[in-house]
C-alpha cells in the first residue's frame, strides 16, 4: 500500500509515510510483536460492487495503464483526489485487509484488530471518488458483514476531522448501522461543505435517527470537548444500540499538529477513546485507518490505539477542562434532535413558555444565513488539486514538534509485569455471630467468591499477594486510639460478655474473640493489595476480604463494620506512596457513611457513593447520604451522593449513573488511584438489598473505572449476602480488570425515579464540576419553530402556539418520554408520507431536512386511558400502590393466630426497638424490619420462617416469593392487629 502516491507532487500530505512511520513507532514500543499479523489479501471486484458502482470500479481499473499525463487530467475531475498506476491494487489491498481484520473479530479468531491501511476510503460514495479515497473501506466492510454474517447492528464511530459523507449515504435510510461521526464543520464552512453533514441530518425512513452528526464550530478544540462528546451522546446512544460489531473510521487530523484539522486532541485520548468502545459487543472493535496528516501525531496516536486495542492501560490524563461553549451547544443541539428516537436523552430540563436555552445556537435550526454549500448545482467541473491541503510554517511546524515532543515525553507507557493481583485469607472465616448462625455476614461469603475465582481459572491468573495483620499505627490514622483499645479488649472478654454490649446489638454488629483479630487481617490485606499496585508490581488489584469496613466510623463500629479498609488504604496510599488525587467509588447498596465523614473536607479525596436511600429510611437511616451533602470546606464539591429513592434499581440505573455523573467528574478530577468499596448488595436477589444489579452490570462499572488513573484500581469487598450473587459478581469484576471482555447487557431502560435522582445531583453539583454543565433546558423541535415563526412575523406578533404546531406537524410531543428503542426502529420514526428528506444519498446538499421529521414519530393517537382502564387492561381488579399476590406457597407455613392475640406495642426481641417492627406469622416473634436494624430479615434467613406481618402498615410480606401477600389465611392476624392498633375491628 505504500506504491499509491501522487507521483507528480512529492510533498502531497496523503504519503506512504502515512503507514509506515505509525508502524515503525508500534514497532519500536514492542506492541507489533504482541499481535497476531494478518495475511495481507486483495478484494474481489464483486466486494467492491457491495457499495459502488461498477462503472466506478473500471474508472479506478483504468488508471493503472494511464500516463502521468492522464492521471494529471483525472487529478482534476474528483475533488481533493489524486492516483497513480499502483492504485487502484492498493485499493483493493486496503479494502481486502479491512475485510480481513473484520472476518477475525466476527469469527472469534482475534478479539479486535487494527487495519493500518491505505488510501482511506470514507468519502468515497456510491459512483465518486472524494477526499484521498478511492473505494470505502468501512463501508464495504460494514454491507458485507450484514449479508455475509447476519449481523444486524453494527455500530460505525467516524472520528476523522473530517465528516464521511460517502459512508453517511451508504447507511442513511439503514437502520442496521448506527453511523456516529464528530467532525469539524465550522456552520458549513468546512470541507466538505455539504448542508447534510449538520445535526439536523438524523437519517431516512426506517433509519431515521440513526445517523449522527457531531459538528464542530470552531477550530481548536481539545481533549475535554471530545471527551464531552463521547460521555454525553456516543456512548448512551451506544449501550441503547447494543451493537454486535464496532467499526472505527479512525482519522488522526484531529490530533494535535495535524494542519489540516487545527484541533488539539492528544493522542492518549484515542487510547481512552477506544477504551470506551471496547466494552460494546464483547469488545469486537475493528479500527481502519482514514486520514491523519501530522506524521508525528498520527504515529503516536495510532500506536497508543493499538496499546488500547492490546489492553495496556490507558495514559494517564490531565484533569479534563470544562467543555467549550461552541462544543456544549453542538451536544445539546445534537440531543435536541435525537431525543424522539432515543431514550436514553432525558437529562435536559423543559423550556417554559418564553423562556430561551442559555447557549443561542440551541434556540434555533440550520442553516446558518449566508453559508454557501456545496450542492449538485454548484460544484465546479474541474478541481486544482495542486494546492488543496494546507502548508504550515517552518515555524509553526517546530512550535507543533516541541508541544508533541512534550506530550510523548510526559506521558507514562510502563505497565506492571502482572495484570491483576489478589489477596484472600481463610483466616478471615474466624469472625462469626456465635449466638446467630444465619447471620447474613457470614465465613462463606469469602470462600464462595474464592471458589468461584477457582472455578472460572481467575485465580491463577492473578499474582497472589500475602496477607497481613494491619498495624495499629496503621489504623491510628483513621480511627482514634481509644476506639482501637476497645476492640482489642475484645480478645479478653467471654463470649457472654461481647453478647451483652447494647451499644454494638444496636449497631448491626456482632463480636467474637476472633473479630478483632480478621479485621486487622481484613484491613491489612487491602493494604498489601493497595502496595503491589502502586509498587508497580501488578497494574489492579481484588480483595476478597471480611469484616467489610466502609460504615466504621472514627470511633464507632456499625454495620458489621469495625475498621474502615478503604480510608486507612487511602491515608496509606497518601503517606507511603505520596499519592495526590484518589477516587473512592462505593457501589455497596448501603451508604458509607464512615468513608464520607473520615473525607468530608478533603479535596484530595473524591468520594462517590451509589446508595439505596429511600429518602433517609434505608440503612444507616441519615440524611448525610441525601444527594445534598457535598462535603464542606475545602472538600465542598468533593462528596457526590447518588441517593437512589423508590423503585428496585439494577443495571440500567447504575449505567446511567455512570455515564452522566461518575465518569465525567471522574476524568475532570484525573484521580492517580481508583479505590472501589465493591459491596454486592445491590445485587440482584440479595436479601438486604432488594436491588437488581447483574454480574454484567458490575463488569461494565468495573471496565469504565479502569480507564482512570493509568489503570491502578484496587476492588475491596464490603457487603453483599446472597452466596451466588456476590461470587459472580465479584469474580466478574476480577474478570473485567484481568483484560476479558464485557459481558453483553441489555440497552439500559432507567426508570423515571433513577432518572429524577441523577437530574437532583446534577443540579446541585453543576457548580463544582464543569463536566455537568449539560443539565440545561433545551427547546423541543415545536419550540423552536414556533420561535422562528414569530420571528418571521416581526415583534409584537404572536405567531401560531406551539401547540398549534405540534398539532399540525406531529401527534406525539417530543416533550414526552421517548419509547424504548429495539434492535430495529418501528416504521412509525420514518418521515410523514410524501416528505422528502434533501441532501442525503447524493453529493450535493438540499437546504436542509424537512422539519416535520424532526418533530418525531408522526401519525393519529387515540383518546388517552385512564388509571382504571389500564389497571382493567391488566386484569387487576383492585387499586393498590402494589399489586399484592392472592396466593403464595408460603402461605401454608402461615399458625394459627395465638390465643393471646397480637400487641402492635411490643418492641423488636433483640434490639427493643418500638419504631417499625414485624411479627413472624409462623412463631409470632417479634423483630424489628430493615430499615431499622434488619432483626426480622435476619430471623427470617436464620428460622426460614418467610411471612411476617408489619405492624405499621398491617401489610403481610413473603420473603420467599419477595411480594406482599393478600389471602384470607392471613384475614385474622391482620384482623388482631388492626384491633391492637387502632382500637377496633377492620372494617
Not at 479468531?109 to 478511492?134: D, Q, T, W
Not at 418521515?831 to 408522526?858: F, H, I, N, Y
Request: proline residues 5%; aromatic residues 10%.
Amino acid at each position: 500500500m505504500t506504491k499509491h502516491k501522487c507521483d507528480w507532487i512529492p510533498s502531497y500530505p496523503e504519503n506512504p509515510s502515512r503507514i509506515t512511520q505509525p508502524y515503525a513507532r508500534c514497532s519500536e514500543l514492542g506492541l507489533v510483536d504482541r499481535c497476531r499479523r494478518l495475511q495481507m489479501r486483495y478484494a474481489t471486484e464483486d466486494l467492491v460492487t457491495l457499495q459502488h458502482s461498477e462503472e466506478l470500479v473500471e474508472k479506478a481499473k483504468a488508471t493503472a495503464n494511464m500516463t502521468l499525463e492522464e492521471l494529471q487530467d483525472f487529478f482534476t475531475k474528483y475533488d481533493s483526489f489524486y492516483c497513480n498506476n499502483a492504485s487502484f491494487e492498493c485499493a483493493l489491498a486496503a479494502i481486502g485487509c479491512t475485510l480481513e481484520t473484520m472476518e477475525h473479530i466476527i469469527q472469534e479468531k482475534v478479539r479486535n484488530g487494527f487495519a493500518l491501511i491505505r488510501p482511506p476510503g470514507h468519502h468515497s460514495m456510491h459512483n465518486e471518488f472524494c477526499g484521498y479515497s478511492i473505494f470505502n473501506n468501512v463501508a464495504i466492510a460494514a454491507k458485507h458483514a450484514l449479508e455475509a454474517f447476519n449481523l444486524d447492528r453494527i455500530l460505525i464511530v467516524d472520528w476523522d476531522v473530517h465528516h464521511g459523507q460517502g459512508t453517511q449515504y451508504a447507511f442513511y435510510d439503514d437502520p442496521r448501522v448506527l453511523y456516529f461521526s464528530i467532525h469539524r464543520y465550522e456552520n458549513g464552512m468546512y470541507w466538505p461543505n455539504l448542508r447534510e453533514s449538520d445535526y439536523d441530518f438524523t437519517g431516512k425512513g426506517k433509519g431515521k435517527g440513526y445517523n449522527i452528526n457531531v459538528p464542530l464550530n470552531k477550530i481548536g478544540m481539545t481533549d475535554s470537548d471530545y471527551f464531552a462528546v463521547l460521555q454525553q451522546i456516543l456512548m448512551p446512544v451506544a449501550y441503547e444500540y447494543r451493537p454486535q460489531l464496532v467499526l472505527v473510521s479512525s482519522g488522526y487530523d484531529a490530533a494535535l499538529g495535524c494542519p489540516e484539522g487545527e484541533m488539539e486532541v492528544s493522542p492518549s485520548a484515542y487510547a481512552h477513546f477506544i477504551h470506551m468502545l471496547g466494552s460494546l459487543g464483547q469488545g469486537r472493535v475493528c479500527v481502519v485507518l482514514e486520514g491523519g496528516y501530522c506524521i508525528k501525531s498520527l504515529s503516536e496516536g495510532c500506536a497508543l490505539t493499538l496499546r488500547s486495542l492490546l489492553n495496556d492501560p490507558c495514559p494517564l490524563l490531565p484533569p479534563l477542562q470544562e467543555p467549550s461553549d461552541s462544543v456544549t451547544e453542538t451536544i445539546l443541539n445534537v440531543i435536541k434532535v435525537l431525543h424522539p428516537y432515543w431514550s436514553c436523552f432525558r437529562y435536559q430540563k423543559s423550556l417554559e413558555v418564553g423562556e430561551l436555552c442559555p447557549f443561542d445556537d440551541v434556540n434555533t435550526l440550520p442553516p446558518r444565513p449566508g453559508v454557501e454549500f456545496i450542492t449538485e448545482e454548484n460544484r465546479p467541473h474541474t478541481y486544482k488539486n495542486d494546492d488543496a491541503y494546507p502548508v504550515l510554517s517552518d515555524e509553526d511546524t517546530a512550535a507543533l514538534d516541541k508541544r508533541i515532543d512534550a506530550l510523548i515525553a510526559e506521558t507514562s507507557l510502563t505497565f506492571a509485569p502482572h495484570r491483576t493481583c489478589m489477596v484472600f485469607d481463610a483466616d478471615m472465616r474466624a469472625h462469626k455471630n456465635m449466638s446467630f448462625k444465619g447471620h447474613p455476614e457470614r465465613p462463606d461469603r469469602i470462600s464462595r467468591i474464592y471458589n468461584q475465582h477457582i472455578e472460572w481459572g481467575l485465580y491463577g491468573r492473578c499474582l497472589q499477594v500475602q496477607s497481613r495483620l494491619a498495624t495499629e499505627e496503621e489504623l491510628a490514622t483513621v480511627h482514634s486510639e481509644a476506639y482501637i483499645s476497645k476492640i482489642k479488649d475484645t480478645t479478653d472478654k467471654t463470649q457472654q460478655e461481647l453478647d451483652n454490649v447494647m451499644e454494638w446489638r444496636m449497631n448491626s454488629i456482632f463480636v467474637c474473640k476472633d473479630t478483632y483479630r480478621c479485621a486487622l487481617l481484613s484491613c491489612g490485606s487491602v493494604l498489601s493489595v493497595v502496595d503491589t499496585v502502586l509498587s508497580g508490581k501488578a497494574q489492579n488489584g481484588v480483595a476478597i476480604v471480611r469484616p467489610p469496613g466502609h460504615h466504621a466510623e472514627c470511633d464507632k463500629a456499625m454495620g458489621f463494620c469495625f475498621f474502615n479498609n478503604v480510608a486507612v488504604a487511602v491515608k496509606y496510599a497518601q503517606n507511603k506512596f505520596g499519592v495526590k488525587r484518589i477516587l473512592i467509588l462505593d457501589w455497596d447498596v448501603h451508604h458509607g457513611n464512615g468513608t464520607q465523614h473520615q473525607f468530608q473536607d478533603d479535596p484530595s479525596v473524591l468520594f462517590i457513593s451509589l446508595h439505596r436511600y429511600d429518602n433517609g429510611g434505608f440503612y444507616p437511616a441519615s440524611d448525610d447520604g441525601n444527594y445534598t451533602k457535598v462535603g464542606s470546606g475545602d472538600g465542598t464539591g468533593y462528596n457526590i451522593n447518588v441517593s437512589w429513592s423508590g423503585g428496585f434499581m439494577g443495571d440500567s440505573e447504575y449505567i446511567s449513573a455512570f455515564q452522566q455523573i461518575v465518569m465525567p467528574v471522574a476524568y475532570e478530577f484525573a484521580p492517580d488511584l481508583v479505590l472501589v468499596s465493591a459491596g454486592f448488595d445491590a445485587a440482584r436477589g440479595d436479601p438486604l438489598g432488594g436491588y437488581d444489579i447483574t454480574p454484567a452490570g458490575y463488569g461494565h462499572m468495573t471496565h469504565m473505572l479502569s480507564g482512570l488513573a493509568n489503570g491502578r484500581v484496587v476492588v475491596l469487598l464490603e457487603g453483599g449476602y446472597n452466596l451466588y450473587s456476590i461470587a459472580a459478581s465479584m469474580a466478574t469484576c476480577t474478570s473485567v480488570l484481568l483484560g476479558d471482555q464485557c459481558p453483553t447487557m441489555p440497552a439500559p431502560q432507567p426508570c423515571q425515579n433513577a432518572v429524577q435522582t441523577i437530574c437532583d445531583v446534577l443540579d446541585v453539583h453543576q457548580q463544582y464540576w464543569k463536566s455537568l454543565k449539560f443539565r440545561v433546558k433545551i427547546p423541543t423541535i415545536a419550540q423552536v419553530m414556533d420561535m422562528e415563526e414569530k420571528m418571521k412575523q416581526g415583534p409584537g406578533s404572536t405567531g401560531p402556539s406551539v401547540d398549534e404546531v405540534t398539532e399540525k406537524m406531529s401527534s406525539t410531543s417530543v416533550d414526552e418520554a421517548p419509547a424504548a428503542s429495539t434492535d430495529t426502529k418501528e416504521e412509525s420514526a420514518a418521515p410523514p408520507d410524501g416528505s422528502e428528506e434533501t441532501g442525503a444519498g447524493a453529493a450535493g446538499g438540499g437546504t436542509g431536512v424537512a422539519k416535520e421529521e424532526l418533530m418525531g414519530a408522526c401519525g393519529g393517537s387515540e383518546a388517552p386511558m385512564t388509571v382504571s382502564d389500564l389497571l382493567k387492561q391488566q386484569n387487576f381488579e383492585k387499586m393498590y400502590a402494589v399489586q399484592p399476590l392472592t396466593w403464595c406457597p408460603h402461605l401454608e407455613t402461615v399458625q394459627p393466630l395465638p390465643a393471646r392475640g397480637l400487641d402492635t406495642g411490643d418492641p423488636c426481641d433483640v434490639c427493643g426497638d418500638l419504631s417499625e417492627n414485624w411479627v413472624c406469622l409462623v412463631c409470632y416473634k417479634v423483630f424489628c424490619s430493615r430499615f431499622v436494624n434488619e432483626h426480622m430479615l435476619f430471623h427470617g434467613i436464620e428460622a426460614g420462617h418467610l411471612m411476617v406481618l408489619s405492624y405499621a402498615d398491617l401489610s403481610v410480606w413473603c420473603y420467599g416469593c419477595d411480594h406482599y401477600v393478600d389471602n384470607q389465611v392471613i384475614y385474622p392476624m391482620k384482623k388482631a392487629a388492626h384491633r391492637s392498633k387502632f382500637g377496633e375491628d377492620l372494617p
